[in-house]
């Protein structure tokens, strides 16, 4: 059974540009939820998807934006890029949900902006 | 709200030590209680979890935790470090209030010495 697939796992942007990661959950799962990891900040919240519809959001600005397709790939859009976005951006998939269920993660798209 | 506070960032032990990492959390319902393990440059990892039931949780890799509700804690224990047990450790709490979202604590990483 494949697990969670992030691509890109490297990527270097600069400045105001944007970005697009994506990932693919482990088949049969609804639930996609997204995380930042930074060394200061640890693991912070983004967003969970549960088929199409975002039922929770964390604490970011805007320019963070996510969705998810009928198939449950997720997509998280990072618009007007910024030094303090350099981190590591996890994916999770959930069978349950967010709340009750084990959330199984990919490796990380790492970015880093200059 | 919920909130996931872990005692020490950096912990280390000896090679055949006990290993007890300190997890306390915050939940005004009666919380899903998790420890993930993250190895360098990869996702997290699921130890153990704990719903409802039992408040012994047994988990992968010889780990184990005790739900104490009086003390509001999750700590996680293994009888005897081994060298692999190297990697950061992540508290994690969620419940039906605030959301379907999992919180995670800043993490402890585990140094084992020979």
């Known amino acids: 059974k494949a697990g969670v697939t992030q691509t890109p796992r490297y990527l270097i942007k600069t400045r105001g540009q944007q970005v697009t990661l994506s990932c693919s959950p482990i088949?049969?799962?609804?639930?996609v939820s997204w995380y930042q990891q930074t060394p200061g900040q640890g693991l912070q919240f983004l967003f969970e998807?549960?088929?199409?519809?975002?039922?929770n959001k964390g604490n970011f600005p805007g320019r963070f934006s996510g969705r998810q397709f009928s198939n449950s790939r997720s997509e998280m859009n990072v618009s007007t890029l910024e030094l303090g976005d350099s981190a590591l951006y996890l994916c999770?998939?959930?069978?349950?949900?967010?709340?009750?269920?084990?959330?199984?993660f990919g490796e990380g798209s790492r970015l880093t902006v200059l | 709200a919920q909130s996931v506070t872990q005692l020490g960032s950096h912990v280390s032990v000896s090679e055949g030590a006990l290993v007890l990492l300190r997890c306390n959390y915050s939940?005004?319902?009666?919380?899903?209680l998790f420890w993930y393990v993250q190895y360098p440059n990869q996702g997290l990892q699921l130890l153990l979890k704990?719903?409802?039931?039992?408040?012994l949780v047994k988990g992968i890799n010889g780990f184990e935790a005790e739900f104490k509700k009086s003390e509001t804690s999750f700590h996680l224990t293994k009888p005897s470090a081994h060298m692999s047990d190297a990697a950061e450790y992540f508290c994690?709490?969620?419940?039906?209030?605030?959301?379907?979202?999992?919180?995670f604590g800043a993490g402890t990483r585990l140094f084992v010495k020979a």
């Open positions: 088949s049969g799962h609804r639930s």
């Open positions: 994690a709490v969620s419940g039906n209030t605030g959301g379907f979202k999992t919180i």
């Open positions: 939940s005004s319902v009666p919380p899903y």
């Open positions: 704990y719903t409802t039931g039992a408040t």
């Open positions: 999770a998939s959930s069978l349950q949900g967010a709340v009750t269920g084990e959330l199984f």
């Open positions: 998807y549960f088929s199409e519809t975002q039922r």
